[in-house]
Nanobody
Framework: EVQLVESGGGLVQPGGSLRLSCAAS????????MSWVRRVPGTGLEWVSG????????TYADSVKGRFTISRDNGKNTLYLQMNNLKPEDTAVYYC?????WGQGTQVTVSS
């Protein structure tokens, strides 16, 4: 059974940082590209970042480029998203995704 479990969300002030993690199981993690996607309340899903299976290629939405860093540890079957200089508009539920599978999400709230 494929499982993706996100963690690391929380409440942070503007300009702060958070590191999200996504623990994967039930599939060969190192064989799949992974993504982070977010859902802002009242709006649809927004793709945030992607990484290829080896971790050598990363891509970012313009809205987070230069502030967020995606990475993965294939030995630990874990995906990460380092989020720096957070803004109120980054407030959302963040999901990791692989090949059509989704986790339950972790809430990130950026507010003073």
């Amino acid at each position: 059974e494929v499982q993706l479990v996100e963690s690391g969300g929380g409440l942070v002030q503007p300009g702060g940082s958070l590191r999200l993690s996504c623990a994967a199981s039930g599939f060969t993690f190192s064989g799949y590209a992974m993504s982070w996607v977010r859902r802002v309340p009242g709006t649809g899903l927004e793709w945030v970042s992607g990484i290829n299976n080896s971790g050598g290629v990363t891509t970012y939405a313009d809205s987070v480029k230069g502030r967020f860093t995606i990475s993965r540890d294939n030995g630990k079957n874990t995906l990460y998203l380092q989020m720096n200089n957070l803004k109120p508009e980054d407030t959302a539920v963040y999901y990791c995704s692989a090949s059509g599978y989704w986790g339950q999400g972790t809430q990130v709230t950026v507010s003073s």
